[in-house]
C-alpha cells in the first residue's frame, strides 16, 4: 500500500511539475509616509496569474535589510486577491522605525538614499496543489526626501 501511495505522489508531481504558476515582481519602492512614530514605505509588485479565474492571497510576508540588518519586517494578513488572467499590482506597506535609520547613517550620509534588500512571499491556496509560497527578491536603492521634498 505505501508503495502505490509513493507511486501515486511521484504521478502527481510529475503531471503538476510542468502547470503554469503565478509570479510575482517588485516594481518600485518609494517613500509614503513620514510620521513621528516610524517612515512608511510602498512596495509596489506586479502579480501575474496565468489561470482564469481568481486566486486568494492568503498572507504576504515581508524583510526589509540594508547593510545586512533587518530595518523591518511582518506580516500583512488577507491582502485580496489576484485577477484572473491578469497583472494585479500590490502596495506592500513597510513601517521603519525612527530609531532603525539612525543605525544606517554610514550609508545614509555616503549618497542620502538607503540601500535596500527586499524579500516577499506571497502565500497563495491553489485548488489540487494547494498552499505555496511565490518567493520574490528586490535590491535597489531608495532616495530619502531633502527639506525641500517635504514642503
Same mark, same amino acid.
Given at each position: 500500500? !505505501?508503495?502505490?501511495?509513493?507511486?501515486?505522489?511521484?504521478?502527481?508531481?510529475?503531471?503538476?511539475?510542468? &502547470?503554469?504558476? $503565478?509570479?510575482? #515582481?517588485?516594481?518600485?519602492?518609494?517613500?509614503?509616509?513620514?510620521?513621528?512614530?516610524?517612515?512608511? @514605505?510602498? !512596495?509596489?509588485?506586479?502579480?501575474? %496569474? =496565468? @489561470?482564469?479565474? +481568481?486566486?486568494?492571497?492568503?498572507?504576504?510576508? @515581508?524583510?526589509?535589510?540594508? !547593510?545586512?540588518?533587518?530595518?523591518? #519586517?511582518?506580516?500583512?494578513?488577507?491582502?485580496? +486577491?489576484?485577477? *484572473? %488572467?491578469?497583472?494585479?499590482?500590490?502596495?506592500?506597506?513597510?513601517? &521603519? =522605525?525612527?530609531?532603525?535609520?539612525?543605525?544606517?547613517?554610514?550609508?545614509? *550620509?555616503?549618497?542620502?538614499?538607503?540601500? @535596500?534588500?527586499?524579500?516577499?512571499?506571497?502565500?497563495?491556496?491553489? $485548488?489540487?496543489? *494547494? #498552499?505555496? %509560497?511565490? $518567493?520574490?527578491? +528586490?535590491?535597489?536603492?531608495?532616495?530619502?526626501?531633502?527639506?525641500?521634498?517635504?514642503?
Amino acid at each position: 500500500m !505505501a508503495s502505490f501511495m509513493e507511486k501515486a505522489k511521484e504521478f502527481v508531481a510529475d503531471k503538476f511539475a510542468d &502547470v503554469k504558476k $503565478p509570479e510575482a #515582481s517588485v516594481d518600485d519602492v518609494d517613500l509614503k509616509d513620514v510620521s513621528r512614530e516610524c517612515i512608511t @514605505y510602498n !512596495a509596489k509588485v506586479s502579480v501575474t %496569474n =496565468p @489561470y482564469g479565474s +481568481s486566486i486568494p492571497i492568503g498572507e504576504i510576508t @515581508y524583510c526589509l535589510k540594508s !547593510a545586512s540588518r533587518v530595518i523591518a #519586517s511582518g506580516t500583512i494578513p488577507d491582502p485580496g +486577491s489576484i485577477k *484572473g %488572467n491578469d497583472i494585479t499590482m500590490l502596495d506592500v506597506g513597510l513601517k &521603519v =522605525p525612527h530609531n532603525v535609520l539612525v543605525t544606517l547613517i554610514k550609508d545614509i *550620509g555616503a549618497d542620502w538614499d538607503i540601500d @535596500y534588500e527586499l524579500d516577499l512571499g506571497l502565500v497563495v491556496d491553489l $485548488p489540487i496543489i *494547494g #498552499s505555496f %509560497n511565490i $518567493p520574490v527578491s +528586490s535590491k535597489g536603492a531608495i532616495k530619502l526626501p531633502t527639506l525641500s521634498d517635504l514642503f
